[in-house]
């Protein structure tokens, strides 16, 4: 199983810290561009709302939202440059919260089939 | 990139290290470094695991209350609808900024103990805090609002509002008494998420009080910048759960009001 | 050569001369002394001892109230207590067995005290919080006996709602409150147990060597930190809704009470695969240990405990077919839920396979897993009964499902847990149990647990409903069988604890490795030094490798002491 130390991501012969990744600093440029993308993006999604899209709004609100969490994450947040691990990990948190929430719908959704 | 954190000891070193003895050149041992971690690199990328994991339970905590939102959303959508265009737009738009900026600010705390700015860092920190500070003042501003309209979910509800909009020169359809009722819900989710939030802010910003001590002593100015990282996940994520609630509370229902 | 011929030899044993033999000099025990040297530790080892003696205090607790619901249900009339104190009574039991036995005993004790030394560590990645993971479970425990002792709970474990919100005048909010607590104490567990898991693993020790007992707490600290926070917030707003009486779980008011039962049982579920897994892996490391055999299946066996886990998020609303999911939805429920067999018997399987034409010896410990092998079969095939949809309707909320899950819970986790206890024993405290009379206290345990909960089964089929303290004259036999039963398990339950106590200053010196086992924990000294190891190991063998033992074992020269 052993390779070279320092090119795997998952790397249990790196004895000191396997799932490791280099530290990375983002600079204040790349966060200053994050934050005006976001502050845009507030702004856009104040202006979407008061479009009648119909059942869309919702939908653009939550797009819009679910972007603009997910450049939080990866930037300030640093999940770009984080190992696979990490990564995996809030996949992991998403996926279940979506469990939640699909498998409970199931019920809600269905509970007046059949009944007319 | 100059990686200016402490690197990991080469793998040679391994057999050498019979306890907490160890000490390495170049590089010696921070003195915050714990005696059952290997390296400093060990300890610091543990700590950012330990920390998402905790954001993995923030998550499944929040998580709940999204659920009963978008389930009594669904079940009583007129009333939902009505409550949900009571709330101020501008203040809630208002705050999402300052919150942002505060992250922002966060941001560039995290890069300032990373290049080991010790100055820097503290002025972020104190910012980062004033705009947490501000966010919630703008949010007893916007409670306030709701108290003196009583829709603070209790004895003193009203649903007046709701049934008869045109006397409060509210410009919505009326609800019948029935569905009006159910405004009440919908404040009582409001003011749990958006409380829920508030709490964490000021857990957070309690703890932003003690990291400015901290940096201010120059803890955080050598190279050890695990806890400004971590409370910036930290407070990161707390950013993130206002980018939903926002849109989800304040704004999907703009477009049904005439 | 020191080592005895296994196997011509009836046990696999292996003492050092008691005459010459004594503990360690230096060890975790005697490292500090003093009341806050263990108040105030940051040593794995001692918290789990703090651990341990805490969840043994909450165990008898709630075995008493065990005994008082078996004595009302001696006779068919209501004659011993009121109905509302019997309510009271088989909820706190509920709730004690639960939230502060079950679900922090093998992690929060066994578990903490070996995971580190397992995958070759000197402590869990974060020691304050372990420490704060106790104190939490403390203030819990404090609560809980708060909310008794100020007049008791009587909505059951399971805090239904409207019943808990609008019906009862009881201290739900205490309990619930407890068990908010104890909840995050055991999230902190488990996430110390993944980050400890993922990031200290000693040099070497890759996934697949690290012992089964490791990845089955894996997948239950999993379960601990996604399942525990959504039970948080359930306990929340129950809390918020008996305080500023809004209706989110209301019907009167718009709430769905379902809401509830969906949010309780998805963190409730898992809870149970939080339980029984910890327990399954100590199954892996006895069976192996007591039959010289690698696990059959290895890769088979710690997948299966990351598919239970996973699966244990997708089969929750089994517990509420009867209570108005759509039919839809307890279809869907049903299916999912036999997937959970796989996994189980995948397990129960590879344990059987271990065994065969293994050098099997029947030590305490391996009789516990015996225990467990059969009860954990019987709990979890009248699982599949119960998640099959139309068998469910006619017994669910009677005897059955109390028998059923008991069959689990006390048949599999804490027939599983005491296994370890005994396994572990020497390795924990340096000195042996004394062999024979834990013999006796396993069959007794056996025999009893079997007497009080399988007339269960008979009952719960017959259609006597559980939580009421009054039953038809018509069931009084096959009661009285099983509070007899529940005298002998009790019997079988106190055992241990005495002599246990005895031998800790009586009971032979245990030396490193009595079992002759080849976990990491085995090689280093008992009681291990506060730092576990001198240097860290580097591990060039998989976790069952009886061959490297031996040959380690031939060229080592004996030490005594």
Same mark, same amino acid.
């Given at each position: +199983?052993?390779?070279?130390?320092?090119?795997?991501?998952?790397?249990?012969?790196?004895?000191?810290?396997?799932?490791?990744?280099?530290?990375?600093?983002?600079?204040?440029?790349?966060?200053?561009?994050?934050?005006?993308?976001?502050?845009?993006?507030?702004?856009?999604?104040?202006?979407?709302?008061?479009?009648?899209?119909?059942? +869309?709004?919702?939908?653009?609100?939550?797009?819009?939202?679910?972007?603009?969490?997910?450049?939080?994450?990866?930037?300030? +947040?640093?999940?770009?440059?984080?190992?696979?691990?990490?990564? +995996?990990?809030?996949?992991?948190?998403?996926?279940?919260?979506?469990?939640?929430?699909?498998?409970?719908?199931?019920?809600?959704?269905?509970?007046?089939?059949?009944?007319? | 990139?100059?990686?200016?954190?402490?690197?990991?000891?080469?793998?040679?070193?391994?057999?050498?290290?019979?306890?907490?003895?160890? @000490?390495?050149?170049?590089?010696?041992?921070?003195?915050?470094?714990?005696?059952?971690?290997? %390296?400093?690199?060990?300890?610091?990328?543990?700590?950012?695991?330990?920390?998402?994991?905790?954001?993995?339970?923030?998550?499944?905590?929040?998580?709940?209350?999204?659920?009963? /939102?978008?389930? /009594?959303?669904?079940?009583?959508?007129?009333?939902?609808?009505?409550?949900?265009?009571?709330?101020?737009?501008?203040?809630?738009?208002?705050?999402?900024?300052?919150?942002? %900026?505060?992250?922002?600010?966060?941001?560039?705390?995290?890069?300032?103990?990373?290049?080991?700015?010790?100055?820097?860092?503290?002025?972020?920190?104190?910012?980062?805090?004033?705009?947490? @500070?501000?966010?919630?003042?703008?949010?007893?501003?916007?409670?306030?609002?709701?108290?003196?309209?009583?829709?603070?979910?209790?004895?003193?509800?009203?649903?007046?509002?709701?049934?008869?909009?045109?006397?409060?020169?509210?410009?919505?359809?009326?609800?019948?008494?029935?569905?009006?009722?159910? %405004?009440?819900?919908?404040?009582?989710?409001?003011?749990?998420?958006?409380?829920?939030?508030?709490?964490?802010?000021?857990?957070?910003?309690?703890?932003?009080?003690?990291?400015?001590?901290?940096?201010?002593?120059?803890?955080?100015?050598?190279? /050890?910048?695990?806890?400004?990282?971590?409370?910036?996940?930290?407070?990161?994520?707390?950013?993130?759960?206002?980018?939903?609630?926002?849109?989800?509370? /304040?704004?999907?229902?703009?477009?049904?009001?005439? | 050569?020191?080592?005895?011929?296994?196997?011509?030899?009836?046990?696999?044993?292996?003492?050092?001369?008691?005459?010459?033999?004594?503990?360690?000099?230096?060890?975790?025990?005697?490292?500090?002394?003093?009341?806050?040297?263990?108040?105030?530790?940051?040593?794995?080892? *001692?918290?789990?001892?703090?651990?341990?003696?805490?969840?043994?205090?909450?165990?008898?607790?709630?075995?008493?109230?065990?005994?008082?619901? $078996?004595?009302?249900?001696?006779?068919?009339?209501?004659?011993?207590?009121?109905? #509302?104190?019997?309510?009271?009574?088989?909820?706190?039991?509920?709730?004690?067995?639960?939230?502060?036995?079950?679900?922090?005993?093998?992690?929060?004790?066994?578990?903490?005290?070996?995971?580190?030394?397992?995958?070759?560590?000197?402590?869990?990645?974060?020691?304050?919080?372990?420490?704060?993971?106790?104190?939490?479970?403390?203030?819990?425990?404090?609560?809980?006996?708060?909310?008794?002792?100020?007049?008791?709970?009587?909505?059951?474990?399971?805090?239904?709602?409207?019943?808990?919100?609008?019906?009862?005048?009881?201290?739900?909010?205490?309990?619930?409150?407890?068990?908010?607590?104890?909840?995050?104490?055991?999230?902190?567990?488990?996430?110390?147990?993944?980050?400890?898991?993922? $990031?200290?693993?000693?040099?070497?020790?890759?996934?697949?060597?690290?012992?089964?007992?490791?990845?089955?707490?894996?997948?239950?600290?999993?379960?601990?930190?996604?399942?525990?926070?959504?039970?948080?917030?359930?306990?929340?707003?129950?809390?918020?809704? *008996?305080?500023?009486?809004?209706?989110?779980?209301?019907?009167?008011?718009?709430?769905?009470?379902?809401?509830?039962?969906?949010?309780?049982?998805?963190?409730?579920?898992?809870?149970?695969?939080?339980?029984?897994?910890?327990?399954?892996?100590?199954?892996?490391?006895?069976?192996?240990?007591?039959?010289?055999?690698?696990?059959?299946?290895?890769?088979?066996?710690?997948?299966?405990?990351?598919?239970?886990?996973?699966?244990?998020?997708?089969?929750?609303?089994?517990?509420?077919?009867?209570?108005?999911?759509?039919?839809?939805?307890?279809?869907?429920?049903?299916?999912?839920?036999?997937?959970?067999?796989?996994?189980?018997?995948?397990?129960?399987?590879?344990?059987?396979?271990? &065994?065969?034409?293994?050098?099997?010896?029947?030590?305490?410990?391996? &009789?516990?897993?015996?225990?467990?092998?059969?009860?954990?079969?019987?709990?979890?095939?009248?699982?599949?009964?119960?998640?099959?949809?139309?068998?469910?309707? !006619?017994?669910?909320?009677?005897?059955?499902?109390?028998?059923?899950? !008991?069959?689990?819970?006390?048949?599999?986790?804490?027939?599983?847990?005491?296994?370890?206890?005994?396994?572990?024993?020497?390795?924990?405290?340096? $000195?042996?149990?004394?062999?024979?009379?834990?013999?006796?206290?396993?069959?007794?345990?056996?025999?009893?647990?079997?007497?009080?909960?399988?007339?269960?089964?008979?009952?719960?089929?017959?259609?006597?409903?559980? $939580?009421? !303290?009054?039953?038809?004259?018509?069931?009084?036999?096959?009661?009285?069988?099983?509070?007899?039963?529940?005298?002998?398990?009790?019997?079988?339950?106190?055992?241990?604890?005495?002599?246990?106590?005895?031998?800790?200053?009586?009971?032979?010196?245990?030396?490193?490795?009595?079992?002759?086992?080849?976990?990491?924990?085995?090689?280093?000294?008992?009681?291990?030094?506060?730092?576990?190891?001198?240097?860290?190991?580097?591990?060039?063998?998989?976790?069952? #490798?009886?061959?490297?033992?031996?040959?380690?074992?031939?060229?080592?020269?004996?030490?005594?002491?």
């Amino acid at each position: +199983m052993a390779s070279n130390p320092h090119t795997d991501v998952h790397d249990p012969a790196n004895i000191t810290n396997p799932e490791h990744a280099e530290h990375h600093i983002v600079t204040p440029f790349q966060y200053g561009l994050v934050f005006l993308t976001l502050l845009v993006f507030t702004g856009i999604t104040v202006g979407a709302a008061y479009v009648n899209l119909g059942p +869309m709004n919702p939908v653009i609100a939550l797009l819009i939202a679910s972007f603009k969490a997910v450049v939080v994450i990866l930037f300030f +947040m640093h999940v770009r440059w984080q190992s696979r691990l990490i990564k +995996m990990t809030i996949g992991a948190g998403f996926f279940t919260f979506l469990v939640l929430i699909t498998m409970t719908l199931s019920d809600y959704i269905s509970r007046a089939w059949g009944l007319w | 990139m100059d990686n200016l954190i402490a690197s990991p000891h080469a793998l040679e070193d391994q057999e050498l290290m019979p306890g907490e003895t160890v @000490v390495h050149e170049p590089h010696t041992l921070l003195p915050q470094h714990r005696h059952h971690f290997e %390296t400093e690199e060990q300890q610091r990328e543990a700590g950012s695991f330990g920390m998402w994991l905790f954001l993995l339970t923030e998550i499944m905590f929040f998580g709940g209350m999204f659920f009963a /939102y978008l389930l /009594y959303r669904n079940w009583y959508y007129p009333a939902f609808a009505v409550a949900s265009n009571q709330l101020n737009v501008p203040e809630g738009a208002i705050n999402t900024a300052i919150l942002i %900026t505060s992250g922002f600010c966060m941001a560039l705390g995290v890069w300032a103990a990373e290049v080991r700015k010790k100055k820097f860092l503290v002025l972020m920190l104190v910012l980062t805090t004033v705009f947490g @500070v501000a966010f919630l003042g703008v949010k007893v501003d916007e409670y306030h609002e709701k108290y003196e309209h009583h829709h603070i979910p209790g004895a003193s509800f009203s649903i007046a509002e709701f049934v008869n909009p045109a006397a409060y020169h509210i410009d919505e359809r009326p609800l019948s008494p029935d569905m009006a009722q159910h %405004t009440q819900l919908f404040f009582f989710l409001y003011f749990a998420m958006t409380g829920m939030h508030a709490l964490h802010m000021i857990i957070g910003i309690g703890i932003l009080g003690w990291l400015i001590w901290r940096a201010n002593r120059g803890e955080f100015s050598t190279g /050890y910048v695990a806890p400004i990282e971590n409370f910036g996940l930290y407070w990161h994520f707390v950013d993130i759960v206002w980018l939903f609630l926002f849109p989800l509370l /304040y704004l999907i229902n703009r477009h049904l009001a005439h | 050569m020191s080592t005895a011929p296994i196997a011509i030899s009836n046990t696999i044993v292996q003492l050092p001369d008691q005459t010459t033999a004594t503990l360690p000099k230096r060890n975790y025990i005697n490292a500090e002394s003093g009341m806050l040297s263990w108040l105030l530790t940051g040593d794995h080892k *001692r918290i789990a001892m703090l651990y341990l003696a805490s969840i043994t205090f909450f165990f008898f607790i709630g075995g008493a109230f065990a005994g008082a619901i $078996r004595l009302e249900l001696l006779t068919p009339q209501p004659d011993l207590v009121a109905s #509302d104190t019997y309510n009271k009574m088989f909820s706190m039991h509920g709730i004690i067995m639960i939230f502060l036995f079950l679900v922090p005993s093998v992690p929060a004790t066994l578990g903490n005290f070996l995971i580190p030394i397992m995958i070759g560590a000197k402590d869990l990645a974060f020691p304050k919080i372990n420490l704060l993971s106790w104190y939490l479970y403390m203030i819990g425990g404090t609560l809980t006996l708060a909310a008794l002792v100020l007049g008791g709970v009587d909505t059951g474990w399971t805090f239904t709602t409207p019943l808990s919100t609008h019906y009862l005048n009881t201290h739900v909010i205490t309990a619930a409150s407890a068990i908010f607590v104890a909840g995050f104490a055991s999230i902190f567990t488990g996430l110390n147990f993944i980050v400890t898991i993922h $990031r200290m693993r000693a040099p070497g020790m890759t996934w697949f060597r690290m012992p089964l007992f490791v990845w089955s707490n894996y997948a239950a600290s999993i379960l601990m930190v996604l399942g525990t926070p959504v039970l948080a917030i359930a306990l929340v707003l129950v809390a918020l809704e *008996r305080t500023i009486g809004i209706g989110v779980f209301d019907p009167t008011k718009g709430g769905d009470p379902l809401l509830f039962q969906h949010l309780f049982w998805f963190y409730s579920h898992p809870a149970v695969y939080i339980m029984i897994l910890p327990g399954m892996g100590v199954i892996s490391e006895v069976i192996s240990t007591f039959s010289r055999k690698r696990v059959f299946g290895y890769t088979a066996v710690a997948f299966s405990s990351v598919a239970i886990a996973l699966f244990g998020f997708f089969v929750w609303a089994h517990h509420m077919f009867i209570m108005g999911v759509s039919n839809f939805s307890a279809l869907v429920f049903s299916l999912l839920t036999m997937l959970v067999a796989v996994p189980s018997a995948i397990k129960i399987f590879n344990w059987a396979f271990t &065994l065969q034409k293994g050098s099997i010896t029947f030590e305490t410990p391996m &009789l516990y897993a015996f225990a467990f092998i059969g009860l954990f079969t019987i709990g979890g095939l009248t699982g599949v009964f119960l998640g099959s949809l139309g068998l469910d309707i !006619h017994l669910t909320e009677t005897y059955f499902i109390v028998a059923h899950f !008991h069959y689990v819970m006390v048949g599999g986790m804490l027939m599983a847990f005491l296994a370890g206890i005994h396994f572990w024993w020497p390795k924990m405290t340096g $000195r042996m149990y004394p062999e024979s009379v834990s013999k006796l206290s396993a069959i007794i345990s056996f025999i009893g647990f079997n007497l009080t909960f399988m007339p269960q089964f008979i009952l719960g089929y017959l259609g006597m409903p559980r $939580r009421y !303290h009054a039953y038809p004259a018509d069931f009084q036999v096959l009661n009285v069988l099983s509070t007899a039963g529940a005298t002998v398990l009790g019997v079988g339950f106190l055992m241990p604890l005495l002599y246990l106590g005895w031998s800790l200053k009586y009971g032979a010196i245990a030396g490193n490795n009595p079992w002759q086992a080849t976990g990491l924990e085995w090689q280093i000294q008992s009681p291990p030094l506060t730092e576990n190891f001198l240097v860290t190991p580097i591990v060039t063998q998989e976790a069952y #490798d009886y061959e490297w033992l031996e040959k380690k074992t031939k060229q080592e020269v004996t030490t005594v002491g």
